[in-house]
């Protein structure tokens, strides 16, 4: 009598499983590396900052050219950059406290606030904070405007840097150390992307014993 082997079959692999595996797959795709905006072929790593601003003529009113730092902020690489350079200068120095002016000076302010681990204190024009507040009057070319901060946005004897972005006649930044102050912070540096020496408000603030640091020049308004 001839015995007979059975062959075991193999079973075919389950249809759900195989599902199941393209999409979990399909749920966790391999992260794409960034890669730096370039700049007309460029790297961005060569690019200076200055480059990265955007010069609009005629605004807001005829003869004056604009220096527009929201193509410099959508930039990765360069925001980075710019926010390191600010910060760079402080490492080591003692700040309890990092002041932005309102906007810009919002964005780039809290940025490096972060950086130095310390606090933000905003300084917004009148009416604009939702608590009591202490403000400082000032000179503009046509009126007068108002800035304020918190009543307790300061602690006596803080360490404050003023951060904002472009310093010109100087005006709003001579109020915002002189309402600081008043508070009773001490004003260890005054920060800026941009200077436009031709309206001399370096010099203005120099003049009040506050350190300036900026980044870039333009020549004119």
Excluded at 31 to 60: C, D, E, T, W
Excluded at 111 to 116: G, S, Y
Excluded at 189 to 205: E, H, M, N, T, Y
């Amino acid at each position: 009598m001839t015995g007979s082997k059975k062959v075991a079959k193999k079973k075919p692999a389950s249809k759900p499983a195989a599902k199941m595996k393209a999409v979990v797959k399909a749920k966790n795709p391999k992260p794409v590396p960034r890669r730096p905006i370039a700049h007309a072929g460029i790297p961005a790593s060569l690019v200076p900052l200055k480059a990265r601003i955007r010069s609009i003529p005629n605004y807001p009113k005829p003869g004056i050219v604009f220096r527009d730092i929201t193509t410099l902020l959508q930039d990765a690489f360069g925001f980075r950059k710019l926010v390191d350079d600010l910060v760079q200068p402080h490492a080591g120095s003692r700040i309890d406290a990092v002041a932005g002016i309102e906007a810009r000076g919002f964005i780039i302010g809290g940025a490096v606030a972060h950086q130095l681990s310390v606090g933000f204190i905003p300084v917004r024009k009148k009416g604009k904070l939702p608590w009591e507040t202490i403000g400082v009057d000032y000179e503009l070319e046509y009126g007068r405007d108002r800035i304020e901060i918190h009543k307790d946005a300061v602690t006596k004897g803080q360490s404050v840097l003023l951060v904002d972005d472009l310093i010109a006649t100087g005006g709003t930044a001579i109020a915002a150390i002189t309402l600081l102050r008043q508070a009773g912070a001490n004003i260890v540096g005054c920060s800026f992307v941009i200077d436009l020496p031709d309206l001399g408000g370096r010099k203005r603030i120099e003049k009040l014993g506050v350190n300036v640091q900026t980044l870039v020049e333009f020549d004119g308004e």
